[in-house]
Each structure stands twice: as structure tokens, then as C-alpha cells.
């Protein structure tokens, strides 16, 4: 059984990573054309109905999974998954920073780097937490 003070810090850190994805999500879903001149390169800032279309379903699927980080009960599992599954987000990050396809992104990408770290060691830092509390109870029981 966590105790209290693990159980609130955990909750700190899956609150603030369900707010990050929120409203990253939501400002891709609401104004779409701002995260497109903010983020691509001039010559690839391309701002229509498709490519507004596109952001606005990339917008609501990070909404999606904020509210779903936000609302659910996280055990050492699922935080460690959800930590695991940055690793790709950095390799896209890796691919458009210093890969062939740099130069496509904005320096805004860092932006992006930082909170896909935010997100894998907040998540692998809140299942040690919970890991290290079960092993604790584990030995007193």
C-alpha cells in the first residue's frame, strides 16, 4: 500500500503531464493554423482545410489521451508504458532535429523534445515511486 505522501506526489505528476497533453491537444484543436506557422518551416507552413483538418485530429487525440492520463488509475504498469511509449516521440524528435529531416520543423520542435522527456521521466519516476512503496509493503507484510 502507497502512503499518502507517494500517493500525492504521484497524482502531482500525472495531473501535470494530463494538463501538458490537454492543452497542448486543445490548442492544435482550436487554432490549428497558429500551430502550423509556429512549427513548420516557412516552406512547409502549409495552412489550408486538409492540413487544418489534420491538426485539429492530432489536437483531439492528445486531448484524448491527457483526459485519459488525467482520469485514470496509473500503476506501476501502465506508468511505465506510458514512459516507454515516448521513446518513439523522441525518435521523430531525433529524426527532425538532427536526421534528414532537419530543417522541416521550427526551433518550437525543442518545445516538443522537452516535454516528451517531461513525460517519459515523470512517467518512469512515478512508477519507481509506486514500486518502491509496494516493495516496502511487501516486506512489512
Known amino acids: 500500500m502507497a502512503t499518502p505522501q507517494t500517493l500525492e506526489t504521484v ?19 482550436l487554432h490549428p493554423s497558429s500551430v502550423i506557422a509556429l512549427s513548420l518551416a ?4 502549409l495552412t489550408n482545410r486538409t492540413t487544418s483538418l489534420l491538426m485539429r485530429c492530432f489536437g483531439a487525440q492528445a486531448m484524448t489521451a491527457g483526459l485519459l492520463l488525467g ?30 529531416g532537419r530543417g ?18 515523470g512517467s518512469l519516476f512515478a512508477a519507481k515511486l509506486l514500486k518502491g512503496d509496494e516493495e516496502e509493503h511487501k516486506k512489512a507484510v
Not at 516557412?42 to 507552413?45: G, I, K, V, W
Not at 516507454?84 to 529524426?95: K, Q, R, T
Open 104 to 121: 522541416f520543423f521550427t526551433n518550437w520542435l525543442w518545445m516538443d523534445v522537452v516535454g516528451n522527456m517531461v513525460f517519459l521521466s
Open 11 to 29: 497524482r502531482r505528476i500525472q495531473v501535470a503531464m494530463a494538463t501538458g497533453y490537454g492543452s497542448m491537444g486543445a490548442w492544435c484543436l
Open 71 to 100: 482520469t485514470s488509475n496509473m500503476t506501476v504498469a501502465s506508468f511505465t508504458a506510458f514512459g516507454v511509449s515516448m521513446i518513439p516521440y523522441l525518435g521523430f524528435n531525433a529524426w527532425f532535429i538532427i536526421g534528414p
Open 42 to 45: 516557412p516552406q512547409y507552413a
